[in-house]
C-alpha cells in the first residue's frame, strides 16, 4: 500500500510554469507505475500523463504534449509534473495515482491509489 500527497499547486497566469510534486510514503514506490489525472469543475477526471516504474518511459494526454513532463525520483519517493506554457484550461485539481506496472497505463479504473490533488488555476 502506499499514500499520496501532491503540492505546488497554485494560481499562475497564461503562460507561466508550475511544478507539481507528489510525495509518496513506504518502500514501494519504485514499483508502481504512476500518473497525473486532473478534474476541472463539472468535468470527468481525465488522464494527463503516466510514467513506468524506471522513469524510462512515458505518455501524455494529446492536449499537454510538448508542455507537461512527467518524471519520478525513486529514490527520494516522489513523483512530478512539470508544467509549462500554462493554459487558462488547465485549470482544475490535479492527482497522482498509482497503479500495479501491468495491464492499461491510460484508464483511470486501473489506478488504485490516489492523492487527495492539488488545485492549479491558471488566469487569463
Known amino acids: 500500500q502506499v499514500q499520496l500527497v501532491e503540492s505546488g499547486g497554485g494560481l499562475v497566469q497564461a503562460g507561466g510554469s508550475l511544478r507539481l510534486s507528489c510525495a509518496a510514503s513506504g518502500p514501494t514506490f519504485g514499483s508502481y507505475r504512476m500518473g497525473w489525472f486532473r478534474q476541472a469543475p463539472g468535468k470527468e477526471r481525465d488522464f494527463v500523463a503516466t510514467?513506468?516504474?524506471?522513469?524510462?518511459?512515458?505518455l501524455y494526454a494529446d492536449s499537454v504534449k510538448g508542455r507537461f513532463t512527467i518524471s519520478r525520483d525513486n529514490a527520494k519517493n516522489t513523483l512530478y509534473l512539470q508544467m509549462n506554457s500554462l493554459k487558462p484550461e488547465d485549470t482544475a485539481v490535479y492527482y497522482c495515482?498509482?497503479?500495479?506496472?501491468?495491464?492499461?497505463?491510460?484508464?483511470?479504473?486501473?489506478?488504485?491509489?490516489w492523492g487527495q490533488g492539488t488545485q492549479v488555476t491558471v488566469s487569463s
Open positions: 495515482a498509482a497503479k500495479d506496472p501491468v495491464g492499461d497505463a491510460l484508464s483511470i479504473t486501473h489506478y488504485t491509489y
Open positions: 510514467i513506468n516504474t524506471s522513469g524510462f518511459a512515458t
